[in-house]
């Protein structure tokens, strides 16, 4: 369930707003048994964060997470995340679409990662939302939650369709959304837009969105 990995440790990581993120960073990856293993632990810990809306919405979905069965719980997160484009959990899609700029966008944060001392995860993209929530919580607020505010309106609209869906994965990405700054009205009426008209499409070999990246954009 760790997605990446640091070679040094850094002394002044703060466990408080780290925390959040890293449940974010959990709660958002497919609920195999290791993760099921820990939920008891997961409800701890939100329990343990300070009190704000971002854990009030934390702790609503860990009830239902709890009490969730193993195998419709797999379904709805696969129906959820892997077959519905608008939920999908693969950042740079929002911003550049089917384009060339995507492969370089992937890249980039590959380098982001590495410049931080951390170790880009093998067989997962770096714009894989749980991967860019568990690099917030180890790299902090400054350089490690750039790419959240960079990506703010792909996040909306996230969290958007989970809304208009009735997922209860749409808490996950409230209490994320809450920990970010919000957005203006020029940015809602993009975020608007881009719900209807999707984002850029130009078809370089790039799949809408997932692993299916070719290898030579996905992986140094």
């Given at each position: 369930m760790k997605l990446l990995t640091r070679r040094t440790p850094r002394a002044e990581d703060a466990p408080g707003r780290a925390t959040l993120f890293r449940l974010v960073s959990l709660l958002l990856q497919y609920p195999d048994a290791?993760?099921?293993?820990?939920?008891?632990?997961?409800?701890?810990?939100?329990?343990?964060l300070p009190a704000s809306p971002a854990r009030?919405?934390?702790?609503?979905?860990?009830?239902w997470f709890a009490d969730a069965e193993p195998m419709p719980?797999?379904?709805?997160?696969?129906?959820?995340f892997d077959l519905r484009r608008r939920?999908?959990?693969?950042?740079?899609?929002?911003?550049?679409?089917?384009?060339?700029?995507?492969?370089?966008?992937?890249?980039?944060?590959?380098?982001?990662y590495r410049v931080a001392?951390?170790?880009?995860?093998?067989?997962?993209?770096?714009?894989?939302?749980?991967v860019v929530?568990?690099?917030?919580?180890?790299?902090?607020?400054?350089?490690?939650?750039?790419?959240?505010?960079q990506h703010r309106k792909g996040l909306e609209l996230i969290r958007t369709a989970l809304h208009d869906s009735g997922s209860p994965y749409a808490?996950?990405?409230?209490?994320?959304?809450?920990?970010?700054?919000?957005?203006?009205?020029?940015?809602?009426?993009?975020v608007a837009d881009?719900?209807?008209?999707?984002?850029p499409a130009e078809e370089v070999g790039l799949a809408p969105f997932g692993p299916a990246v070719n290898e030579m954009e996905a992986r140094p």
């Open positions: 290791g993760l099921l293993a820990a939920r008891p632990g997961l409800g701890r810990a939100a329990a343990a009030d919405a934390l702790e609503r979905f860990l009830r719980l797999a379904r709805a997160y696969v129906e959820t939920s999908s959990l693969y950042l740079t899609y929002y911003l550049h679409g089917d384009t060339r700029r995507r492969g370089m966008a992937l890249l980039t944060l590959k380098q982001r001392g951390l170790t880009p995860p093998d067989g997962e993209l770096p714009d894989f939302l749980p929530c568990e690099f917030a919580a180890l790299a902090g607020p400054a350089a490690g939650e750039a790419p959240l505010r808490l996950v990405l409230d209490a994320l959304c809450a920990e970010l700054p919000g957005l203006s009205a020029a940015e809602q009426a993009a881009l719900a209807l008209a999707g984002p």
